[in-house]
C-alpha cells in the first residue's frame, strides 16, 4: 500500500499487481536515486559555474594589464635593438678611422 501511495505522489496511477511490485519498488528506488543524484551534480555544476564566474572577473583585468605590458616589453625590445645596432655602427665607423678626426679635434 505505500508502494502504491509513493506511485501515486509521483502521478504514475496504473494498477499495480501483487506480482510486479518488487521489480517496481526496485525500478522507483532507482528512479529516486537517479533524481536525487542529478539534483546534487546539478547544484554542484551551478556552484562551479559561480566560482568560474568569479574566477573570471578576477581575470579579467589581470589579462588587460598582461596584454598592454607584452606590447610595451615588445616596444622597449624593438627599441633595445635599434639601439644596439647603432652603438655598433658607431663602434664600427670610430674605430675604422673614418671617425677617428671626431674623437681628436
Not at 55 to 74: G, Q, R, T, V
Amino acid at each position: 500500500m505505500l508502494l502504491k501511495k509513493r506511485l501515486d505522489s509521483l502521478h504514475y496511477c496504473q494498477p499495480l499487481t501483487v506480482e510486479s511490485a518488487a521489480l517496481v519498488e526496485r525500478l522507483l528506488n532507482d528512479l529516486i536515486k537517479t533524481t536525487e543524484g542529478y539534483q546534487n551534480i546539478k547544484k554542484s555544476n551551478e556552484e562551479n559555474l559561480s566560482k568560474l564566474q568569479k574566477s573570471d572577473n578576477f581575470l579579467h583585468p589581470l589579462k588587460a594589464d598582461n596584454h598592454k605590458l607584452i606590447k610595451e616589453n615588445n616596444d622597449l625590445h624593438v627599441a633595445m635593438m635599434k639601439l644596439k645596432e647603432e652603438t655598433e655602427f658607431k663602434g664600427k665607423y670610430i674605430f675604422s678611422g673614418r671617425g677617428g678626426d671626431q674623437l681628436n679635434p
